[in-house]
T-cell receptor, first 114, second 114 residues
Framework: GDSVTQMEGPVTLSEEAFLTINCTYTATGYPSLFWYVQYPGEGLQLLLKATKADDKGSNKGFEATYRKETTSFHLEKGSVQVSDSAVYFC?????????????FGDGTTLTVKP | NAGVMQNPRHLVRRRGQEARLRCSPM?????VYWYRQLPEEGLKFMVYLQKENIIDESGMPKERFSAEFPKEGPSILRIQQVVRGDSAAYFCASSQGNSNQPQHFGDGTRLSIL
């Protein structure tokens, strides 16, 4: 079945540091890939997405590129801010299985210190 | 606010009571998903519903838990005879059912069992 494996946390960085959160997946079909962010006390919000190989999703300075050859969708940001402290979830939705259902990684907690 | 609405935000029950969690999907969405999140853990899929139908309930405990999404009104997640281990945050998400589109999440219901 489908699965998503995320880099284990927690991750602690200083402000303006470079961020990478690794995400790899297995899927029976050709999935769409997503990164969601969850702030304390809130639900998940879509951060960015990519729907086909080599697509780059980007938003708020975050980027991730859909790499079919390595089945990866790593999240990067060049310079993190304290306000980026949150839990980040990688997810996929596989159109060849159950199109509406998503599979989520376990989440990576990021703390950015001033 | 046309987003996913969950209520109540916080629910306290004593062991043995029933808990009912409600979710109104985003306007135009007919697919609803329920997830459970324990402290410091990731999202665990519970059930996927489309109007009046259960599409996938592979994550639902076999006993005490049920979900519905009637033709009219919100989706309901029902937990009978609650136990301490049911304490968690329960999130609802909705989508149009297309794998290219993200899920939209509510802010969750925090269930506490005394």
């Amino acid at each position: 079945g489908d699965s998503v494996t995320q880099m284990e946390g927690p991750v602690t960085l200083s402000e303006e540091a470079f961020l990478t959160i690794n995400c790899t997946y297995t899927a029976t079909g050709y999935p769409s890939l997503f990164w969601y962010v969850q702030y304390p006390g809130e639900g998940l919000q879509l951060l960015l997405k990519a729907t086909k190989a080599d697509d780059k999703g980007s938003n708020k300075g975050f980027e991730a590129t859909y790499r079919k050859e390595t089945t990866s969708f790593h999240l990067e940001k060049g310079s993190v801010q304290v306000s980026d402290s949150a839990v980040y979830f990688c997810a996929l939705s596989d159109r060849d299985t159950n199109a509406g259902k998503s599979t989520f990684g376990d989440g990576t907690t990021l703390t950015v210190k001033p | 606010n046309a987003g996913v609405m969950q209520n109540p935000r916080h629910l306290v029950r004593r062991r043995g009571q029933e808990a009912r969690l409600r979710c109104s999907p985003m306007k135009g969405h007919s697919h609803v998903y329920w997830y459970r999140q324990l402290p410091e853990e990731g999202l665990k899929f519970m059930v996927y519903l489309q109007k009046e139908n259960i599409i996938d309930e592979s994550g639902m405990p076999k006993e005490r838990f049920s979900a519905e999404f009637p033709k009219e009104g919100p989706s309901i997640l029902r937990i009978q005879q609650v136990v301490r281990g049911d304490s968690a945050a329960y999130f609802c998400a909705s989508s149009q059912g297309n794998s290219n589109q993200p899920q939209h999440f509510g802010d969750g219901t925090r269930l506490s069992i005394l």
